[in-house]
Nanobody, 122 residues
Framework: QVQLVESGGGLVQAGGSLRLSCAAS????????MGWYRQAPGKQRELVTH???????YYVDSVKGRFAISRDNTKNTVYLEMNSLRPEDTAVYYC????????????????WGQGTQVTVSS
C-alpha cells in the first residue's frame, strides 16, 4: 500500500557528487523518521543516515562531513546529497521510513524502497 521509490543512483568518479531522492506514496497518515541504508556485496546492510520529522539527523562516522540528508514533508520525500565520494561508498542504497498508514488502524510501520545502485570509480 505504501511504496518508497528511490532515484538518482549511478556511476560517478571518486571525488564526485551524487544526489539521491526517495518519494513515499500511497495511503500515508504521517511519516516520522526517514533514512538511508546501504549494502555492498558480501557485507551487512548498514544505516548511513536518518532524519526525524523535526529535522534531527544522524550520520554514520564514515560519511560525516561528506553526506547530507534532508526532507520535504509536503512531498513525503527524503534526499541524500553525497559529496567527496569514495570507492568504498559503492553499494546499493535503500530508502527507509517509519510512518503511520492511512486507515482505521494507526500504528507505526517500517517501509523500504527497492534500492538504487551507487558505484564510485577510482
Amino acid at each position: 500500500q505504501v511504496q518508497l521509490v528511490e532515484s538518482g543512483g549511478g556511476l560517478v568518479q571518486a571525488g564526485g557528487s551524487l544526489r539521491l531522492s526517495c518519494a513515499a506514496s500511497g495511503s500515508i497518515f504521517s511519516i516520522n523518521v526517514m533514512g538511508w541504508y546501504r549494502q555492498a556485496p558480501g557485507k551487512q546492510r548498514e544505516l548511513v543516515t536518518h532524519i526525524t520529522s523535526d529535522g534531527s539527523t544522524y550520520y554514520v562516522d564514515s560519511v560525516k562531513g561528506r553526506f547530507a540528508i534532508s526532507r520535504d514533508n509536503t512531498k513525503n520525500t527524503v534526499y541524500l546529497e553525497m559529496n567527496s565520494l569514495r570507492p568504498e561508498d559503492t553499494a546499493v542504497y535503500y530508502c527507509h521510513a517509519d510512518g503511520i498508514r492511512g486507515g482505521f488502524i494507526r500504528r507505526t510501520e517500517d517501509w523500504w524502497g527497492q534500492g538504487t545502485q551507487v558505484t564510485v570509480s577510482s
